[in-house]
């Protein structure tokens, strides 16, 4: 079993700075892609940011140039540095982690919980 655990939400005003946390735990032989979605309510699950185990990473549109996605190999950590927040970034942010498992013989897309991150204007 892998676990996902997010941190670093909470509430800030417009123009502020977050940064969120994902760690991965379990029996994981080795993570792929490493990601940052989000959901406001009423509206689909979006890709924030993704980051490969290399290290190239892709951004959707709307935070390209206010957020940054990093990972820890090491740590089987990623990162996603917010700045620059607008009211329209509010949302639940859960991380993906894209794991082999059982030796690399298994592989799957494992979520986390979602932590809430809410930007007043």
């Known amino acids: 079993q892998v676990q996902l655990v997010e941190s670093g939400g909470g509430l800030v005003q417009a123009g502020g700075s977050l940064r969120l946390s994902c760690v991965a735990s379990?029996?994981?032989?080795?993570?792929?892609?490493m990601g940052w979605y989000r959901q406001a309510p009423e509206k689909q699950r979006e890709l924030v940011a993704e980051i490969a185990k290399g290290g190239m990473s892709v951004y959707a549109d709307s935070v390209k140039g206010r957020v940054t996605i990093s990972r820890d190999n090491a740590k089987n950590t990623v990162y996603l540095q917010m700045n620059s927040l607008k009211p329209e970034d509010t949302a639940v942010y859960y991380c993906k982690a894209d794991v082999l498992s059982r030796n690399g013989l298994f592989r799957k897309d494992y979520w986390g919980q979602g932590t809430q991150v809410t930007v007043s204007s």
């Open positions: 379990g029996t994981i032989f080795s993570i792929n892609d």
